[in-house]
Every structure is written in structure tokens, then in C-alpha cells.
């Protein structure tokens, strides 16, 4: 199968030299696509800011840096994909208007003004279409289950995996991680803490089967 997967999180620039991001590492992502490679797909990659080696295997890596321009990488493969894995943490929110020079404390303190950014997943379970598989995720800290339900349901996803971040051991800084796996099917598969390759593994036999 042709599987596309994000990572990492976005930087949302507020002049030349700062910028808005999360605590994502992509970790979990790469982590997903290295497991896919093992399991004979045909991977493409698209990630945010993150210091990892591409895995072995993976046929491309898009570098983007904004939300919107995740947003473009991802619809713009997302035709060729049989399966997404959205595992970007893709920021909300940016800037109304990127500053063209530095802001500068002389200047007074600024008024960052928010505008929300385009929801990826949400448009990809939009135009989904016969036969393609689409996966969210989905951090929380606490009341996982029941966001993630919601989201599998309002974003038209086959599969959404939740985790807790305020759990030790969990979620952004962390190599481990222990998640739920929701399918639109009623399945629900709880994974105990363990690598997040370990992770990616199950994810990826859970929502794709074993089949190429
Ligand atoms: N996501 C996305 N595009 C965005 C924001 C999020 O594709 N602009 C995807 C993430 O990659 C993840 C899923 O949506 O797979 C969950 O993101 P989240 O921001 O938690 O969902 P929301 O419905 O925006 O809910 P919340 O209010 O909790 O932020």
C-alpha cells in the first residue's frame, strides 16, 4: 500500500526570527513510518521541524515548517495515498500577519493576533474517498477517550489514536508511549507503555491488517 504519514510539529512564524510551535518531536511519526517501510509499504513522509534520520526505507521526505504548508504537502499527496496517518501535531492557530521585520522591545509589547489554521485532518476525511484509510491522533491531557470518539466521529476518521500526555511515560518528550487505537467499527485496542516503535507496530497491524 502507498501510506503517507505526518510528524513533527509546525512553527507558525511571528517575525523573521520567532515563531509559535509544540512540544511534538516527531517521534511517533517517524516511528510509524519506519514500522510501515518494515511492513512492505511505500512510504512518503511529510514532517515538521525535527532533528531524526529519515528511516531506511521511506521512498520521500517533504521538510515543511508552517501549518498551511503541512496542509499543502499533505492534500497534495493525499490523491496517491491508500492510507494517512496524521500524526503531525499541527498548530491551531497562527499569525493574523507575520511581522516582515524583527519586532523590537522599543517598539512596546505586541498584540499577537490568532487566526485558526486549516484542519488537515478534517479536509483529508472529507475527500476521502472508496478504500482509503484515514487515521488521526489525538493528545490530550486527560478525558482521552471521550475526545477522541468525538473527533473519530466529527472528522469522518476510520481510526484515531488517543493518548494522554500528563501520563508518565507518555506522549511529547517521550521514546515510550501507550495509546488507545478507536476504529469507526466500535474497535477499541488499549496498548500498554512500550516503545513508540513497539507502538507504531500494533498501530499499524491494527488499522491495516498485515497485508501489503
Ligand atoms: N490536525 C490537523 N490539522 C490541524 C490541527 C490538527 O490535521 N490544523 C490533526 C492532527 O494531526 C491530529 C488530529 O488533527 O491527527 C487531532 O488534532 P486536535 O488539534 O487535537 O483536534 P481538534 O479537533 O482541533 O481539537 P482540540 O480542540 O482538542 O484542539
Redesign the pocket.
Known amino acids: 500500500m502507498r501510506v503517507l504519514v505526518?510528524a513533527g510539529p509546525t512553527r507558525e512564524a511571528i517575525d523573521p526570527v520567532r515563531y509559535i510551535s509544540n512540544r511534538s518531536s516527531g517521534r511517533m511519526g517517524f516511528a510509524l513510518a519506519r514500522a510501515a517501510v518494515e511492513a512492505g509499504h511505500e512510504v512518503v513522509l511529510v514532517a515538521g521541524p525535527v532533528s531524526l534520520p529519515t528511516p531506511r526505507g521511506v521512498s520521500r521526505r517533504i521538510d515543511i515548517e508552517s501549518?498551511e504548508e503541512?496542509?499543502r504537502a499533505?492534500l497534495a499527496e493525499l490523491p496517491k495515498a491508500d492510507a494517512l496517518f496524521?500524526?503531525?501535531?499541527?498548530?491551531?492557530f497562527t499569525l493574523q500577519r507575520v511581522a516582515r521585520k524583527k519586532l523590537k522591545k522599543a517598539d512596546g509589547i505586541p498584540e499577537l493576533k490568532l487566526v485558526?489554521?486549516?484542519?488537515?485532518?478534517?479536509?483529508?476525511g472529507r475527500r476521502k474517498r472508496p478504500g482509503q484509510v484515514i487515521?488521526?491522533?489525538?493528545?490530550?491531557t486527560g478525558e482521552a477517550r471521550t475526545?477522541a470518539l468525538?473527533?473519530l466521529k466529527?472528522?469522518k476518521l476510520d481510526w484515531?489514536v488517543a493518548n494522554d500526555v500528563s501520563r508518565p511515560g507518555c506522549g511529547f518528550a517521550t521514546k515510550t508511549n501507550a495509546v488507545a487505537i478507536h476504529g469507526r467499527d466500535g474497535t477499541e485496542k488499549n496498548v500498554g507503555l512500550r516503545s513508540k516503535l513497539a507502538c507504531a507496530r500494533i498501530i499499524l497491524a491494527t488499522v491495516l491488517g498485515t497485508g501489503k
Open positions: 505526518t501549518a503541512m496542509a499533505t496524521m500524526a503531525a501535531a499541527v498548530a491551531d485558526r489554521t486549516r484542519d488537515v485532518l478534517d479536509i483529508a487515521c488521526g491522533f489525538d493528545a490530550e475526545e468525538r473527533k466529527s472528522k484515531i
